[in-house]
Each structure stands twice: as C-alpha cells, then as structure tokens.
C-alpha cells in the first residue's frame, strides 16, 4: 500500500502559477507510475498528467504547454507545476501512484490503486 499526501493547493488568479507536490509513503519502490487527475464541481474526474517510473509523460490536450509533471525518486515526490492558469482549472488535484507494471506508458486512471485526499486549487478569472 502507498500513502500519498498532496500539498500546494490555493487561490490564483487567471494567468498566474501554482506548483503542486506530492509525497509518497509506504511502499513506494513498487511505484511504477505516478499522476495528477482533477475534479471539478458537477464533473467527473479526469486526466491532467501522468510520468512513468522511465521518465514517459502523458498529458491531457487541455493542458498541454501549459502544466508540467516530474518526479523525484529519491524524495518519492512527484510535482505538477502549473502555468498560465484557466478558470477552467479550478477543481480538485488528486496525486495518484500505480504499482502495476504495463506495457504502455500512458497509464490510465484504472491503473492506479492509491490515490491522495486531494488539493483544491481554484482560479479566479
């Protein structure tokens, strides 16, 4: 079991930035794969990114050029920097890790097992 904690949540207005972490606990050297998903009010959650334990990044086309994941394996944390801020990215940013091994990189929301208690991160417009 991994426990995974997020931090960096907040106000922002449109434009501006907002950096995400998460830090991972337990058995974390059987993490294949970690990611970001996002919930907004009334919607389902969905993809933001996800970053294989080989460094392969997938992100979703409404993010893309904007939002950054990496990850640090040494501090187990995975960090989801993001810029140009949306209205339409405010919801709640969920960290999630996989322990599954998969023949493809892009790993999908049913791969991952652990999930965090979530960030809200809310953009003004």
């Known amino acids: 079991q991994v426990q995974l904690v997020e931090s960096g949540g907040g106000l922002v207005q449109a434009g501006g930035s907002l950096r995400l972490s998460c830090a991972g606990s337990?058995?974390?050297?059987?993490?294949?794969?970690m990611g970001w998903y996002r919930q907004a009010p009334g919607k389902q959650r969905e993809l933001v990114a996800t970053?294989?334990?080989?460094?392969?990044?997938n992100y979703a086309d409404s993010v893309k050029g904007r939002f950054t994941i990496s990850r640090d394996g040494a501090k187990n944390t995975v960090s989801l920097q993001m810029n140009s801020l949306k209205a339409e990215d405010t919801a709640d940013y969920y960290c999630?890790?996989?322990?599954?091994?998969?023949?493809?990189?892009?790993?999908?929301?049913?791969?991952?097992?652990?999930w965090g208690q979530g960030t809200q991160v809310t953009v003004s417009p």
């Open positions: 999630a890790a996989s322990l599954r091994t998969n023949s493809y990189s892009a790993y999908r929301e049913s791969d991952f097992g652990s």
């Open positions: 337990g058995f974390i050297f059987s993490i294949n794969a």
């Open positions: 970053i294989t334990i080989g460094g392969s990044t």
